[in-house]
C-alpha cells in the first residue's frame, strides 16, 4: 500500500504540473516501500484522467496539460526503473506509433493525444507531422507497436491516411497493427470508409480507445 | 528600413538559434504567461467589448514583448527567427494602411480602421476555406459573389478532383487548384464583378499548388490574393516562406492567415490575445502581408463566437487599431449551420464586434468549418448589414448588443444545430435563398431592428456615404 501522505504529494506535484517536485515524490514514496505499479496505476493514471477531464471542460489549457503531462512523465521514469530493477514487466498499457499524415504540419491536437497516452501508460512513439506512409510503417515495425495512430486536420490531408491503410495492406502488414484515426478533417463515416479499426474525435476518446483496442 | 524582409529572414532561419519545436512551444508558455501578468491582462466575460484603451495598449506592448523575447520559429530548419523590437516596430510602421484589393469597377480600398470608426467595413465573404462538394462549390462561390454587400470572394477547400481525393504535392493538385481558381474567376464573372478580388485558393495545400492558381485570364491575378498561413503559434516554414517569395515578385496580395488557439499554447483568453498580437506583427514583417485575417479559434470547438473569442477579437483589434497602421479582418467561426438562426445571432456578435473595434469582415466558417457546404451568400449580406448598421457604435453600446447576441445562441454552442447545407437553403437553379432561410434573415434581422441596429436599412446610408 502507498502512504496516502506521500500520493497525495505525487498527485499534487503532478496537478501544478511541476516535474522536479513529482521526481522526488516519486523517489520518496520509493524509498517508503511503495510498490512502484501501485503508484502508477492508482496515483498516476487516476491524477492524469482527472487533468485530462479538467483540460476537456476548458477549466485548464494547454500548457497546464502538458506541464502536467511533463511532470508525469519525470515520475514514470523513476517508477519504470524501479519496477525494471525487481525484474518485473513493464506497467506499460501497449506502444502507440503516434504522427500526422503526409502534407498536415499541425499537430497540435496530436501532441495533446501523445501527452493523454503518455500519461496513462501506453509507450507513445511521437514520429511528428507529415509523416510518409512508408514511415508509418517502418516505425511501427520497428517499435513492435500495437497501434498506430494517425491525425489529419485538413480535408485536404486526409486521404494520405487512406493511403497509409493501403500501404500496410500492400505489405501484409494490415493485421499486424490497429489503426486509428483522428483530427479536425475526419469523423467516424470516413474512418469506417478508409478502412481504419477506429475513429476518435478528441484526445480523452482516443485514450478509451487504445485501452479498449489493447483490451485493457 | 528595409522594404524586403525576406532574405533576412532566411539568413536568420539559417543562422539563428537551434531548438527543437517541444523546447519553442515550453518557452512560448511560459512567456505569454509571464507577459499577461506583467502587462494586468485580464479577460473580463461581462466586457466582452472593453471601452478600456489601457487595456488596449498594455495588450499591444505584450504582443510586441513576445515577439521581441520569443522571434518565430522556422520549422524547416527548427532554428529561431530573431528579431529585435526596433525592427518589429519599424516593419510595422512601414505596413500598408491601406490596399486596393481587386480591379476595374470592381475594386475596392481596404483601410487601416481605427476604434468605433466610420470608415465601412469592407465585406469579405465564405467559404473561409471551409470544405465544399466539387459539385456545388461553383454555385456556392456564385452566389456570394453577386450579393451586392460582398466585395471580396472567400473560396471553399474542395478535397476532390473529377471524383477522385486529391492528392497532396501530385500533379491532380496542380490540376485540381487550376481548376478550382477559374471557376473562382468564372463566378464573379457570373455575378457581372469579373474584378472582384478573390482572396484566396484554398484547395491546394503546397506552395506548388497555390501558385499554380495564378493565371491572369482564367485564374487568380495580382489584384487577387493568396494566404500565407502561420502555424501556431508563431511558427512558420520554408514552403510557406516561399509563397511570399513568389506573390511579392508578382505584386499580388498576400494574406497572413493566423489560428491562434484559445485555450492551446497561449493558455487562456489573455494569452491568446498576446499570441494574436504577435502574430499580426509577425504576419507584416515577415509576410509583407497586404491584410490579415484574424482566426484565432477555440482550441475544442473550432469557433471564435463564445465569450473568449469575441473578448480576443474586441481586444486584440483595439490593440493593433490603435497601435498600427495594419488592415486587419475578423474571420469569424461559428458552431451553428446554414438555416439556423443561431447561426445568424453568432454572424452579428462577431459583426458588432469587427465593426466596433477596427477591424473588416470576413465570414462565415459555418459548423466550426467541419461539415461539407455549409456557406452561402446570405450569411454575407447578413454580416454586411450587421458590420454597416454597427458603424460608429461605442464599446460600451457593442458591449451591450454582443451580450445580447450570446443570449439566443450561447447555450447551444456544446450541441450546436448544424442546420441544413447549401443545396437544402438556396435553390441551386435560380441561386436564390429559398423561403425558410430568408425567414431566419428576417427573424434575426427584426430582432435585432428592436435592439436599435438597423440592420435592414443602415447600408444604404453607408453605400451612399462612399
Redesign the interface.
Known sequence: MTDERLAARLKDALRSGDASAAETAARKALEAQADPLDLIRNVLVPTLTEVGKQF?E?EI????L?AAGDAAKAATVILEQAIAAAGKASSSLGTVVLGTV??D??D?GK?IVSTLLSSHGFRVVDIGRDVAPSAFLEAARREKAEIVAMSAL???????A??TIRLFEEVEARDDFKIIVGG??I?AAWAKAIGADGYAP?AASAVDLCRRLVGR | MRSNWLPEIVQRSETGPFVQE?EF??LL?QTV?ALVREHGLKFDPQDLVPSDDGLADRLYRAGVELLAQMGAYN?STERRILLSRAEIEEAVAAAPSAVVLGEGKDAVVERHRGVESEIPCVMHSGPTGT?CSEMLHPFILQSCAQEPLVDCLGHG?V?SYLGE?????SPQEILAARHQASLAREAVRRAGRPGMHIEDNA????CAGKMASLDPEAGLRPSDGLLVAQ??ELKT?YDQLSRVAHLRSLGMHIVNLITP?V???G??AEGTAVVTVASHLLGALAYSASYHFMGHMH??R?INTDRMGLWIQAVSAQALARNTPLVVVNDIYAASGLGTTDLLWEVAAGAIVGAVCGTHQHGTGATA??ETDHTSGLEARFQAQVAHAALGRSRREANGLVLECLRHYEEHLATPNLGRPFSEVYDVETLEPRPWWLEAFHEVGGALDGHELDVHHAWRRVRHDR
Open positions: 476537456q476548458f489549457f494547454l500548457p497546464e502538458m503526409q502534407n504540419v499541425h497540435i501532441n485538413m480535408t485536404t490531408t486526409r486521404p494520405a487512406q493511403s479536425g478533417s469523423d478528441d | 517541444p512551444d515550453r508558455t504567461r520549422q470544405p477547400s478535397p481525393a486529391i492528392v497532396a504535392g484547395v491546394s495545400l503546397t502555424i501556431p516554414n488557439l485555450g492551446g499554447l493558455g487562456g482550441l475544442l473550432s468549418g467541419r
